[in-house]
């Protein structure tokens, strides 16, 4: 068992929610693991359950079902914070199960036999990061239906996530950047019936309105779920999730900006694996050329989960058969 794993998770979980739910002690723990009860419910509620990259919480119940609602992170990010914020105690545990317990009593080892510097920045799973085509003179149909050129997963500042870039020709283009954004939605299980469900980024930064677009939420299908690479480009897809779209000029440039899925995002979220998002354009999404004007632009800032706060998010509200049975009906 890898430490800081889901199983690691798991198998500690009565420990972490106590120290997540305790009266004042909860304070601290929440702080150190960043959870953001200044932008949502998260620091008024008890969680039922904690994972590398998400958090749950009751809604009630009813005689045959139970509802909750949990919060996916597009990184193990809580993994990360248990490992930087404890780091001296995880050696100091694994220089005794190396040193000592596995030489003199196994009986006494806990398990961090093998401790990597892992969750790590950057390239893990699930990521999210940007991949573009940019350097060119194009039409619309080329640029956007070209091959990727650069991508990176692992900006700790704001980073233009959307991006729409005019040539000085006419009805020419120089740029196209989108975002692909992963969340590990497998604590879901096959049994969850999802009612809804609203994926969340921080924007900050500003926008650029010389190109005008609105921003919405589609699919993806990266080659990897540890890193975005240039050839994820072509691997975006077109179906919208999300209800409504969101203007580049009415971009939040300060807090989140929330696309709340329609019944094609439900559908494509992963209740046993990792639920792939892109975050792009409607003239992407429904290969609608903008109006050009030349050298102008068009943006979205926001934040990657590289940043450490304000991170990516996508808040799913389900229910599940309760213990004494019954057919989930929402």
């Known amino acids: 068992m890898q430490v800081f794993s889901n199983e690691w998770f798991d198998k500690h979980q009565k420990a972490l929610l106590w120290f997540c739910n305790t009266p004042i002690i909860r304070l601290w723990f929440r702080w150190v693991l960043q959870v953001e009860g200044n932008l949502n419910p998260l620091d008024k509620v008890d969680f039922i359950k904690i994972t590398p990259s998400s958090v749950r919480w009751s809604l009630g119940h009813s005689s045959k079902e139970d509802f909750y609602r949990e919060e996916f ?10 490992y930087k914020a404890f780091k001296p105690f995880w050696y100091l545990i694994h220089f005794w199960d190396t040193l000592f317990a596995n030489k003199f009593n196994p009986a006494l080892n806990f398990g961090f036999d093998s401790l990597i510097a892992n969750p790590a920045t950057g390239s893990n799973s699930p990521v999210d990061g940007y991949c573009l085509r940019q350097g060119v003179t194009e039409n619309w149909s080329t640029i956007r239906g070209g091959n990727g050129t650069d991508a990176g997963g692992d900006s700790a500042t704001e980073f233009f996530m959307v991006r729409l870039g005019a040539a000085g020709t006419s009805d020419n283009w120089s740029q196209h950047i989108l975002s692909q954004l992963l969340f590990d939605t497998s604590s879901l299980t096959a049994a969850a019936s999802i009612s809804a469900a609203t994926q969340s980024i921080f924007g900050e930064g500003g926008s650029e309105t010389g190109i005008t677009f609105s921003a919405c939420i589609t699919g993806a299908a ?3 779920n540890t890193t975005i690479v240039a050839a994820d480009y072509q691997t975006r897809l077109f179906t919208r999730f999300n209800s409504t779209d969101i203007a580049n000029g009415s971009w939040n440039a300060s807090g989140y900006n929330d696309f709340a899925y329609a019944a094609a995002g439900l559908a494509a979220i992963s209740k046993t694996g990792l639920t792939k998002t892109c975050l792009t354009s409607d003239k992407d999404a429904d290969n609608s050329a903008p109006t050009w004007s030349s050298s102008a632009a068009g943006s979205v800032k926001g934040l990657y989960a590289d940043n ?9 509200t389900f229910a599940l058969p309760s213990a004494g049975g019954g057919i989930i009906i929402i």
Not at 73 to 82: C, E, I, M
Not at 308 to 316: A, E, F, M, Q
């Open 73 to 82: 992170l597009t990184s193990p990010f809580y993994a990360r914070r248990l």
């Open 222 to 224: 990266p080659a990897a």
């Open 308 to 316: 450490g706060s304000n991170k990516p998010k996508l808040t799913v």
